[in-house]
């Protein structure tokens, strides 16, 4: 496997002939009755018995994708709701994830200054380094706020960096009331997700972050909210990959996210969740499969991927 | 005691007659030497080792500075870098500071959109809705990062208005880059804080929130970077409470963060941490005290606190 982490992800794309990621962020009251009603981990009102459930709804959730998708990112907010057990929870899923040959994106949106932003690279992207903790393996990379600049975001490039691990820094969101901040116009006719995008690329070019696929360790998190303003966000993060939140569930359709990939339709991974991992309640679905939960995620999944592949071929 | 979160603080403030924080944030290799020594303790390769010294620290931490501050800010980031034991000792943290009579500040920094940032809520701020964790307490506020907008702020928010708790919006931070995205000029005329500190004041303002002291269960980070800018900012947030970080170890004296409050000596918290907890390293404290590292603590807090009561009196 090559070292640097784009070009570890770009192999990983072209390996399944698409550029595609399964987002995991599970709610006990939405789990399939085969596993909520089931009569070990029927109870939401126990942490430790509806995490179980969760957490045997993501494990095979990892297993019916696997084959599909390149990547998985999971969703440290849905873990952290069960405390201390759900931290553990969560780093059981990066082992299985890791184990079942995928690309594990922790999708924990930390970021601070200084020595607090060395923690959580620490914590949340590093190899753990202690010695009763060897079996443990962190990540291949994580979301990264930027609002505190570049002496935030420093720590989490030096994990990169020494650990061949990436970062994708938040940049552009899908939300309704993104535009109240990341819309604001400066003076120099740029919006704030525009300067944001600045100084990601230019963190993004620092020494040793660039693989041989020409891209950088040091993505961004980019929602395809409109195609202009895409446009010009892929034209000023040339070295980045960017993690494209917003398909099914949120609206966007493959078409939406086209404008994120570069002509030979690199430089980008599309991430599915909700549409995907709760396939089982879409009608679509359920009148094909009936009560197989599992083929219904399966089926998503591979539409997923199809209808990605009609506008991006890798 | 009131119940809104502002008129908690406030109240607290004005028993302890200061407007002062200790902010804990606890690394193995800087904790004292009877602790980290001690045969039981020392072992920094083992997570659960250097944990156990870590959190024998911080609550003697806890119990020296509980009788002249009024709040504790306890950093996340220092806690998970112990990983699922490390959230558990953070909570055991949170238990003892409130036993303690302090109000607590979760220092979280969590901020994404939607149904991730309800889990963030639910997850580091809302008491637990667990029946087998009904004995664990919650913090009184955490610390959110804006850049979402205020649909990613929303759901703390929320259980601000329902449980009575508090949360305080990152504006302005201390660090060197912090003006690269956090200075950015607007075409308004007003820096990208300063836009972000609008729309703070307004998410303040919003219904259920103000209490009887007049300041809102939504406040600001507010570091004291430059004294013009502190005016504008306390001009443009009314309704906020400031959590000011950098004093001490990060270079702020009381009267650099004066400007933080009002001209009755209201609406600002100033949090020291370093210079505090390490206080046993400060050859000022080390003369007088030796190797007594809990009487330097002690002597460093009642001096942070002499300081800032010459400049603000409550």
Redesign the interface.
């Known amino acids: 496997m090559p070292e640097n982490f784009a070009d570890r992800l770009q192999a990983a794309i072209k390996s399944k002939h698409s550029p595609t990621c399964v987002g995991i ?1 599970p ?1 006990f009251a939405k789990l399939p009755a085969e596993i909520s009603e089931n009569k070990d981990l029927n109870d939401e ?4 018995i ?1 995490l179980d459930a969760v957490l045997e709804f993501c494990r095979r959730v990892i297993k019916i994708i696997a084959p599909y998708v390149p990547a998985v990112k999971i ?1 440290s ?2 873990f ?2 069960y ?6 929870g969560y ?1 059981a899923l990066i082992q299985e994830a890791d184990k079942a040959g995928l690309i594990v994106i922790g ?1 924990v ?9 060395g ?2 690279a ?3 992207l590093a190899e ?1 380094d ?4 060897d079996a ?1 393996t962190g990540p291949d990379a994580v979301t990264v ?8 975001v420093k720590p989490f490039i030096q994990v990169a960096r020494e650990e061949s691990k990436g970062l994708f820094c ?1 940049v552009r ?10 819309g ?4 120099s006719g740029l919006s ?1 997700a525009e ?2 995008a600045q ?1 990601v690329e230019t963190w993004a070019k620092d020494d040793g972050l660039i693989g041989n696929c020409g891209y950088s360790a040091v993505g961004a998190v980019v929602a395809a909210r409109n195609p202009d303003e895409v446009v010009r966000l892929r034209g000023m993060m040339q070295s980045c990959y960017f993690l494209v939140p917003g398909y099914g569930a949120q609206g966007l359709t493959a078409a939406d996210v086209a404008p994120c990939f570069k002509s030979d339709g690199t430089g980008a991974i599309v991430t599915a969740s909700r549409s995907i991992i709760y396939a089982f309640d879409d009608m679509k679905y359920v009148e094909r499969f009936t009560s197989e939960w599992d083929k219904c995620i399966e089926q998503a999944c591979k539409d997923f991927v199809a209808e990605m592949n009609e506008v991006v071929q890798v």
């Not at 202690?130 to 903790?133: C, Q, R």
């Not at 604001?184 to 003076?187: I, V």
């Open positions: 962020d709610v009102t126990d942490s430790e509806a969703n907010a849905f952290e709701r405390y201390w057990d759900g931290i553990d780093f999708d949106k930390r970021g601070d200054i200084g020595s607090t932003a923690m959580y620490q914590a949340t753990p202690f010695a009763n903790l443990l706020s930027p609002y505190f600049g570049l002496d935030g938040i969101t899908s939300n309704e009331s993104a535009d109240e901040i990341q604001a116009k400066l003076e704030v300067h944001v100084q």
